[in-house]
Nanobody, 126 residues
Framework: QVQLVESRGGLVQAGGSLRLSCAAS????????MGWFRQAPGKEREGVSC????????YYADFIKGRFTISSDNAKNTVYLQMNSLRPEDTAVYYC???????????????????WGKGTLVTVSS
């Protein structure tokens, strides 16, 4: 089992930045690929980004378009999502998740990972 806890999200103005973190515990963090997903009200959960278990490969959804960056600190068992140039349409509950590897389609992570955090709300105001 892997336990995942996201940092608190928050309210950000459009154009602003926010960094989310996800602390993992329970099993060897470096063995797992880590992903970020989000779910906006009334919409399905969608993949945002994923970093492979060896931390060499990063995947991003097309809509990110260079605005978000995923990173990790194995010493802290933590994965981060740096979000810049935020837009109102980025408003969603953001989740981190863990799996053996990143499962993607067209480079976009698929929300099929077995381990999930509880999510954190990010609201971007216009």
């Amino acid at each position: 089992q892997v336990q995942l806890v996201e940092s608190r999200g928050g309210l950000v103005q459009a154009g602003g930045s926010l960094r989310l973190s996800c602390a993992a515990s329970g099993r060897t963090f470096s063995n797992y690929a880590m992903g970020w997903f989000r779910q906006a009200p009334g919409k399905e959960r969608e993949g945002v980004s994923c970093i492979s278990g060896d931390r060499r490969t990063k995947y991003y959804a097309d809509f990110i378009k260079g605005r978000f960056t995923i990173s990790s600190d194995n010493a802290k068992n933590t994965v981060y999502l740096q979000m810049n140039s935020l837009r109102p349409e980025d408003t969603a509950v953001y989740y981190c998740a863990a799996d053996e590897y990143c499962r993607t389609t067209g480079g976009t992570p698929l929300p099929v990972m077995p381990y999930w955090g509880k999510g954190t709300l990010v609201t971007v105001s216009s």
